[in-house]
């Protein structure tokens, strides 16, 4: 152990450290995990027609393989995820990706429907299960003052995924139509979706390799009675002599409690629910509409403006998801600004703006399915998309991550964030199993106008229970100076 001569305790030393080669490293070795999930994502919205022409699938089987893997990840987010708290955060890291290895590969090889079904389940379980871990493991290593882009910037890798998704699944749609020609046979088809589902595996393996060697969180190390293997990690990340102090060791809450103790209202003050509230209920709201439009974007496109009379199955899939590849250009961009302003507005005001601006497209593309015929409208359509996309990213798809590994105290960081991502993500099973069945009960235009509902109360839910954590340190947000949790105006 490091002697206390001039050294400074270990919180403060990680929070008032400058990023430095190892910072950098650590982030992307405990981010990487994210791109996962950006990339199923995605490409189960290719999957979804190849696998609707092959089997002929109900809007509600459809509904059920879209939702499967979201499914898995409330349980691997909200039940799975609290383990770190107990155990710690790199036991899990592993772990979790060879479970979505070993599965992804099942879901390329299963024999029916209904055990795709549960293979998808237990990729989400591992996606699930990774979002607590990467989130409290970088909250915890973070500086201060840099804690909020470089949360957004893990979780910005989500759109790199999303991307790499539209690449393969372009590459292998464009495979089938050359071999093809005007219509492609179920053998055709079979092979093409089983491919996509399966090539995940292979960034996972690649990511397995490069966190072998990712050390465990000091602060989890220091509140578990391993100070010496905390103090060595800290040391080596802000290259400054540190101790231990009681405020490092401190537990307001035994892990044990998990998501019991987000409930209790007698503790912190009677803050604990708000803070509940506020990280958990946005987050779902968002993911219904997020997930619902994302994943159908090529269908509400096939639907709203790439329909033709002279097109067939195979082509309109093509045409629907190069439009979508090309509006996921606006991913990446609203993660950058979200990366340039998190710091300096505010996360509460970025995630304000975004839900507001989320509102707006939604609208304009309800306004633009209600015109009718693609020619006159299109770029209507893809204006209200690379909105919705921008700020989806820039403002709430963002600070929604960012936020709960935040507002909870480190001893339940990753059961207060696995439970929020936990109804983050069953929010987007809501929204992906109902999306197709009201797709087809209501139309377009009217989902539409009901997800714009959605993504107003998000922003309401926001304005009433928001805490502002950006510039402070753990110590004012963990629990031991609520008062400084009340909304106060973002840096200028």
């Known amino acids: 152990m490091s002697s206390d001569g001039a050294a400074v305790s270990l919180g403060h030393a990680i929070d008032d450290a400058k990023m430095s080669k190892r910072h950098r490293r650590f982030w ?22 190849l696998l609707k022409q092959q089997y002929n699938l109900s809007a509600a089987t459809l509904g059920m393989v879209s939702a499967a893997a979201i499914v898995g990840a409330i349980f691997g987010a909200g039940l799975l995820g609290p383990l770190a708290d107990k155990i710690g955060r790199r036991r899990i890291f592993i772990f979790d990706l060879w479970l979505f290895v070993v599965f992804s590969v099942a879901c390329a090889l299963a024999p029916s429907i209904g055990l795709l079904i549960f293979f998808r389940f237990m990729v989400g379980i591992a996606i699930g299960l990774d979002y607590p871990i990467a989130a409290s493991y970088l909250a915890e290593i973070l500086p201060k003052k840099a804690r909020g882009r470089w949360l957004v910037g893990a979780f910005s890798l989500q759109a790199v995924g999303i991307l790499l998704a539209a690449v393969v699944g372009l590459l292998i749609l ?9 219509s492609a046979t179920d053998a055709q088809i079979d092979i093409a979706w089983r491919l996509m589902l399966g090539f995940g595996a292979i960034p996972a393996l690649v990511i397995i390799f490069v966190r072998r060697k990712t050390p465990e969180s000091p602060r989890w190390l220091a509140q578990n009675g391993r100070e010496d293997e905390a103090i060595a990690v800290t040391e080596a990340l802000t290259e400054t002599k540190v101790k231990v102090t009681e405020k490092d060791r401190e537990k307001a809450i035994e892990p044990g409690e998990g998501i019991k103790a987000l409930f209790q209202p007698a503790l912190f003050k009677r803050n604990m629910i708000r803070r509940t509230v506020f990280t958990a209920v946005p987050w779902f709201l968002m993911d219904v509409a997020t997930y619902g439009v994302g994943i159908f974007t090529p269908t509400l496109l096939a639907a709203i403006a790439v329909n033709s009379a002279n ?3 195979l082509t309109d ?22 990366i340039l302003l998190v710091d300096r507005v505010g996360r509460v005001p970025l995630q304000l703006v975004g839900f507001g601006m989320m509102t707006v497209a939604l609208l304009v593309l309800a306004f633009a399915e209600g015109l009718g015929g693609p020619e006159p409208h299109l770029p209507l359509v893809l204006v209200g998309f690379a909105i919705f996309n921008f700020f989806m990213n820039a403002g709430p798809n963002s600070t929604t991550y960012a936020l709960p590994a935040e507002v ?15 109804c983050a993500k ?8 109902l999306f197709p069945i009201l797709l087809d009960s209501i139309g377009t235009s009217a989902l539409l106008y009901g997800v714009a509902g959605v993504t107003m109360l998000a922003l309401a839910i926001t304005r009433l229970f928001r805490i502002e954590t950006t510039g402070k340190s753990f110590d004012e947000i963990s629990g031991r100076k609520l008062t400084e949790l009340s909304p106060r105006p973002s840096p200028p």
């Open 28 to 49: 992307l070795l405990a981010a990487l995990g994210i791109l996962l999930d950006g990339f199923d994502f995605f490409i189960i919205g290719i999957v979804n027609p």
């Open 174 to 182: 464009l495979a089938v139509a050359s071999h093809a020609g005007a």
């Open 311 to 313: 097109s067939n199955f």
């Open 317 to 338: 899939d093509i045409a629907a998801t190069k439009g979508t590849a090309l509006l996921d250009i606006f991913l990446p961009l609203g993660f950058l600004a979200a």
């Open 408 to 422: 909870f105290p480190s001893e339940i960081r990753a059961a207060g964030h696995g439970f929020a991502a936990a």
């Open 426 to 433: 069953l929010g987007a099973a809501v929204g992906v199993f």
